[in-house]
């Protein structure tokens, strides 16, 4: 048993933070109260040890006087390149990356190599995550060899654990496929997540079509390319009924669109990623490739209307689309790098400097936007801290700072712009099924 005893909750459910002491037995929430005495337990349970016939259990405490209590938070748009690119990232180091990141669920988008179009391939995945010290679960892919051209056995998939499916990194331009994709996943209840990047309107991907791709010298990734794709795709998904996740929009249009779109059919949702909510262009100019990424960083007003998306609930989805490139991938030309950057270490550090100290969010938003509302959208026990519910919970100070130092990451890649840059709201501890899987020094 693990009792946290002298923390603040912060509940995303009720929207608020109560101090309380929390208990844990056999990897669920025993027990929330405002105190709870350890010594009183210890004989408690003791006598139904013996009661039962059983063995005595022990109790573990964990003082979090001065800290807060999140719900373990869950990232639903993830690529640990396993199998295929286990020199950049596989699913143990990935794990432990999240973990230290305060993630206790990930979501592991498809396109490995061989991609999660059939079911060995999944079952790899799935074996694998069990192994971790977190929740693994994974997308299948939307079409065979994400190739656009025909369907996966989305039901087969489904049944033996896909949590929902996506082309991640790759558009799917053939509207008559997607729309009976979106049908199958209607009738399966489980969300369509989609990268809205239409390549007629990109001549140099990774780098936005103004002050930086005319920095470099290229043409860039023009906004069009994405507010198309965000226009057809909420309209098929308000057509269809299906669930559909608008992965990490990065313009102000897209924002509107989804904003429209959300008062038609709450099937439509919004993500957002914490290098949009955070940067600009700017960064491009200032990292290179180190700030490269699909869809690219845009202009202040792109990263203004991303935050207000998120305040007013247009967008109801933080997710980190940690991407794991190899430095000598990142060393190459602009124009031929991957796009891309880590994302689990810094995603909740960057959400509080950028979002909560601000005044954008509240803590109880935040994990709404960060736990609660993706477990929601993929079906999962997790988000909430209550009694009975899986014990996967983020021990933290949102007032005291860290600087992120590349020593430090647990990530097998290093790419990230944020390399040296001091945040707020460092992790003290994570635990998932009750168990302590990180704790800082």
Do not use: W
Not at 61 to 89: C, M, N, Q, W
Not at 293 to 312: F, H, S, T, V, Y
Not at 330 to 349: N, V
Not at 354 to 374: A, D, I, Q, R, W
């Amino acid at each position: 048993m693990l009792l946290i005893k002298n923390g603040t909750i912060v509940d995303p459910v009720k929207l608020q933070e109560i101090q309380a002491d929390i208990l844990i037995q056999g990897g669920r929430i025993k027990r929330i109260e405002k105190k709870l005495d350890e010594k009183r337990l210890a004989e408690e349970f003791r006598t139904d040890s013996k009661e039962q016939g059983g063995v005595e259990e022990g109790i573990q405490v964990l003082d979090a006087s001065g800290k807060k209590i999140g719900p373990g938070l869950v990232d639903v748009h993830v690529h640990f390149r396993d199998p295929g690119f286990t020199y950049k990232e596989d699913i143990f180091t990935g794990a432990k990356a999240a973990a230290k990141g305060g993630f206790t669920t990930v979501v592991l988008m498809a396109n490995t190599k061989p991609s999660v179009d059939n079911e060995e391939t999944l079952s790899y995945i799935l074996k694998k995550g069990k192994e971790t010290k977190i929740h693994v679960e994974t997308c299948g892919t939307i079409t065979k060899g994400l190739q656009g051209r025909e369907l996966t056995d989305m039901k087969a998939l489904k049944a033996i654990g896909a949590v929902g499916f996506t082309d991640d990194g790759i558009p799917i331009m053939d509207k008559a496929l997607l729309e009976q994709a979106m049908l199958t996943a209607k009738e399966l209840e489980v969300p369509v997540s989609l990268h809205e990047e239409d390549p007629a309107f990109i001549e140099n991907n990774g780098v936005n079509a103004g002050k930086a791709a005319a920095y470099f010298g290229i043409g860039g990734s023009g906004r069009r390319a994405e507010i198309s794709l965000i226009e057809r795709d909420v309209a098929l998904a308000l057509k269809t009924g299906a669930s559909l996740n608008v992965q990490h929009i990065s313009t102000k249009e897209g924002v509107e669109i989804v904003r429209k779109g959300r008062k038609q059919g709450d099937n439509i949702h919004g993500e957002a990623t914490p290098h949009h909510f955070t940067l600009t262009e700017e960064a491009v100019i200032e990292k290179g490739t180190m700030a490269k990424m699909n869809p690219p960083l845009r202009e202040e007003a792109d990263r203004l209307a991303i935050i207000e998306g998120l305040k007013d609930g247009t967008i109801d989805l933080i997710a980190t689309d940690h991407a794991p490139h190899a430095k000598e991938e990142k060393d190459k030309p602009l124009t031929e790098a991957p796009s891309g950057i880590i994302g689990l270490e810094t995603a909740f550090g960057l959400a509080i400097t950028n979002l909560v100290l601000p005044g954008h969010l509240t803590l109880p938003k935040l994990f709404e936007k960060m736990s609660l509302n993706p477990a929601k959208l993929y079906h999962l026990p997790a988000g909430t801290i209550e009694e009975g519910a899986v014990a996967d919970l983020v021990i933290f100070d949102e007032k005291e700072s860290y600087v992120f130092r590349e020593e430090d990451i647990c990530s097998k890649s290093h790419n990230t712009p944020f390399l040296g840059k001091t945040l707020q709201g460092k992790i003290y501890a994570t635990i998932a099924g009750g168990v302590l899987v990180y704790q800082a020094e």
